[in-house]
């Protein structure tokens, strides 16, 4: 089993910035591939960023390529969000998540963080 503990939202003012953070527990942290996602009101969960195991691969979507960047610490057992120029638009539910599986491309999550709120005032 892996804990994924998530914190650092909270209220921001468009073009203002927030540093996430994904504490991992359990097994082994360095052995999987590590992934943000968010959740807006009414709307799908829906992939942000993930990070190879080694971190040095690193994927993002389209709406936060250029603002986002996700980095992680695998001695401290913990994957950041570094979130910049935020936009009202970026207000959601975070999540951070676990996969055993790795590529560029998402392949499935084993284990999620209970999330964080992040939100985004115009």
């Known amino acids: 089993q892996v804990q994924l503990v998530e914190s650092g939202g909270g209220l921001v003012q468009a073009g203002g910035s927030l540093r996430l953070s994904c504490a991992a527990s359990g097994r082994t942290f360095s052995s999987y591939t590590m992934g943000w996602f968010r959740q807006a009101p009414g709307k799908e969960r829906e992939f942000v960023a993930h990070i190879s195991w080694s971190g040095g691969s690193t994927y993002y979507a389209d709406s936060v390529k250029g603002r986002f960047t996700i980095s992680r610490d695998n001695a401290k057992n913990t994957v950041y969000l570094q979130m910049n120029s935020l936009k009202p638009e970026d207000t959601a539910v975070y999540y951070c998540?676990?996969?055993?599986?790795?590529?560029?491309?998402?392949?499935?999550?084993?284990?999620w963080g209970q999330g964080t709120q992040v939100t985004v005032s115009s």
């Open positions: 998540a676990a996969s055993g599986k790795h590529g560029s491309t998402w392949r499935g999550s084993d284990y």
